[in-house]
């Protein structure tokens, strides 16, 4: 087990200062063009790999160009062009209806504000806070996805398990300026090293400041049970 810094703010820069020099080029992984591929993107990517959405985006972007072909597709239509991702038939009608909204009230533009954005159908406040950072440069919050919930928890920057919960407490402690690459951080470090079944403690830059570390630890602070 390793031992944390004394506070969470010093911890948290500590992990992000580790974490920037492991992952330097750490970005998100969607691949998209403009804020409303971006958009569309990120709806998919709910409960579905970054891999898959990029694969199944390639074709459907491609094919449909601009909010006015979502909105006038046949929900079917869009649904089976979908199909290899995880709940496709709900992730199209999601798709077909923010469309129609951001034709009919924002003049076929992607909105830019939380509010305009979590009205749309399908976006959440994690969603909406991917869309302000990468489509319009807009840090608003921290992104706290599956990734982001199990190192923070593991690493003792919190203990809440609701990921608005645990939004608030990182935005108390994560330093200004990194509120978006930390989210990229953690994703990286979740991906190589800080898997959810597996993590690799003793091949991990944070192994010493880890009070999850599994070389003595007993328990799994994301999970709270014994490893
Ligand atoms: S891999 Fe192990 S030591 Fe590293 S952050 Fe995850 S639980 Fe902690």
């Given at each position: 087990m390793g031992t944390p810094r004394e506070t969470r703010a010093a911890q948290a820069e500590e992990v992000v200062e580790r974490l920037e020099e492991e992952y330097p080029d750490s970005t998100i992984s969607l691949r998209y063009s403009n804020r409303l591929e971006l958009l569309i993107a990120v709806i998919l990517s709910a409960q579905c790999t970054d891999e898959r959405v990029n694969k199944e985006t390639e074709h459907l972007f491609a094919k449909y160009d601009g909010p006015e072909e979502y909105a006038v597709a046949p929900e079917e239509e869009l649904a089976e062009d979908l199909?290899?991702?995880?709940y496709y038939n709900s992730k199209a009608g999601y798709i077909k209806s923010a469309c129609e909204t951001i034709v009919e009230e924002h003049d076929g533009e992607v909105p830019d504000t939380m509010d305009e954005l979590t009205d749309?159908?399908?976006?959440?406040r994690k969603t909406a806070n991917v869309v302000l950072q990468h489509g319009h440069d807009v840090v608003e919050g921290i992104v706290v996805d599956t990734h982001v919930q199990r190192l923070t928890r593991r690493l003792g920057l919190?203990?809440?398990?609701?990921p608005e919960r645990i939004e608030e407490e990182l935005m108390e402690i994560?330093?200004?300026?990194?509120w978006q690459q930390f989210t990229h951080l953690c994703i990286d470090h979740g991906r190589a090293?800080?898997?959810?079944?597996?993590?690799d403690c003793s091949d991990c830059v944070l192994a010493d400041v880890c009070?999850?570390?599994k070389g003595d630890s007993e328990i799994d602070l994301a999970s709270g049970e014994p490893w």
């Open positions: 199909n290899s991702i995880t749309l159908s399908g976006v959440g919190t203990e809440e398990k609701r994560v330093p200004d300026g990194y090293t800080c898997t959810a079944r597996n993590p009070p999850s570390e």
